[in-house]
């Protein structure tokens, strides 16, 4: 393939120019729209140059799947298919991805953890394939109501993971996840996560791109591993007898290459911190009671601030951006003044107190919640109650959710 510097400005089949991602996301007009998350992600598919999305239905990531098959249907995407299940999907992107493809898809709960041993094997092949995960329940009694608790399984894998909060950053994310995951160094695959029908439900208004700009295409020529290269690794490791077979070389091989992979979720950092402007955003940080949060619990959060304002409490917020690689050094900095670190959470085990519990001094610092599961809302005003009782405030008990 042509270096991608030299396809700048010609055109592709649809006639979008192909531009600069930095131009694109940070110099061209944009224009706002009212969209659901849903329509957000066929929209930042339509710029994407993507190649191959492979699609299963599952809620609530159906209406996405269902709209990029329009786009493929008006020929912005080179190949679009349902698989016959999730892990059946996952297995089919890798052997695109293998083969030099773009690739794209889109999961949730059970269907995320159906695919879960190809997530792994993409990072092993170093495959830099892109998966939106709208979370939603996973746990009997079955909910396909938004719950978080996905994205703790997902956090080991050697993928890079992000949480977006709205849909302006699915649009960006998608868009600049690209960048990042395709980057040499780099190349492992983007778990983009959400919370369902929280964002891919509910129409916002997202300033986007002009529709006749598209990313550049993808070139496969400049991963750190040859596509299909039956004799280069990783391939070479999964497929050789004496590899596998051999205690010392399986130990061996697999160890290093184990240290590989996740020193290239350390090497995303700087790509992430370039794209994203920051691991985290932070908001009055010099306060001593902070919210640390991802996903939509940022937003609640914010609100919770201004009740507070109200109520003459100052509180800082953090909204975490990227999972991994964990912004370990940016939050520790964050929460240095705060002797009240508080992390709302949509899931029941609080898998993101635990990390953030991990990170810094005093953890002692750290109240693990309020945590709400199983699809259930979280008001503002459970966050302002958490707080308040733990600075000894008066509060009033909210109905049906326990004081």
Request: proline share 7%.
């Amino acid at each position: 393939m042509a270096d991608i510097h030299s396809v700048i400005g010609t055109k592709n089949k649809k006639g979008q120019t192909y531009t600069d991602t930095w131009k694109l996301m940070n110099e061209a007009p944009r224009t706002p729209s009212f969209f659901t998350g849903s329509e957000v992600i066929k929209e930042a598919l339509r710029r994407a140059s993507c190649d191959v999305m492979i699609a299963y239905p599952i809620t609530p990531q159906s209406e996405a799947a269902a709209l990029i098959g329009e786009l493929f249907a008006e020929g912005y995407i080179g190949d679009y298919f349902r698989g016959e299940s999730e892990f059946a999907v996952m297995s089919q992107c890798a052997g695109a991805a293998f083969g030099g493809a773009r690739v794209f898809t889109t999961t949730a709960g059970p269907g995320t953890m159906r695919a879960m041993e190809n997530f792994p094997m993409w990072s092993g092949a170093r495959l830099p394939i892109q998966m939106i995960v709208t979370c939603r329940g996973i746990n009997s009694p079955l909910s396909i109501q938004p719950d978080t608790l996905e994205i703790a399984y997902l956090l080991n894998t050697g993928m890079l993971v992000w949480h977006a909060e709205t849909a302006q950053d699915f649009f960006d994310w998608i868009l600049k996840g690209y960048m990042v995951s395709e980057e040499p160094d780099v190349h492992l695959p983007l778990a983009l996560c959400c919370d369902g029908f929280f964002v891919t439900h509910t129409k916002d208004v997202v300033n986007l791109t002009p529709a006749d700009m598209c990313l550049p295409p993808y070139d496969p020529y400049r991963s750190p591993v040859p596509c299909m290269d039956m004799e280069c690794p990783p391939v070479r490791m999964m497929r050789d007898p004496f590899v596998m077979k051999s205690n010392y070389i399986s130990y061996a091989t697999h160890a290093s290459w184990q240290q590989e992979i996740w020193a290239a979720v350390e090497r995303s950092r700087k790509h992430s911190i370039h794209w994203l402007n920051g691991l985290i955003d932070t908001e009055n940080t010099d306060a001593e009671i902070i919210i640390v949060a991802s996903g939509t619990a940022v937003s609640q959060g914010r609100e919770a601030i201004r009740l507070l304002e109200d109520e003459g409490v100052r509180c800082g917020l953090v909204k975490v951006k990227t999972l991994r690689p964990w912004p370990e050094e940016e939050i520790r900095e964050a929460t240095k003044n705060a002797k009240h670190i508080f992390v709302p959470e949509f899931n029941v085990t609080g898998w993101l107190a635990k990390e953030i519990k991990a990170t810094i001094p005093n953890p002692e610092r750290v109240h693990a919640g309020p945590r709400v599961c199983g699809g259930m809302t979280m008001p503002p005003e459970i966050i302002v109650q958490e707080i308040k009782t733990a600075l000894g405030m008066k509060t009033f008990s909210l109905a049906g959710r326990g004081s």
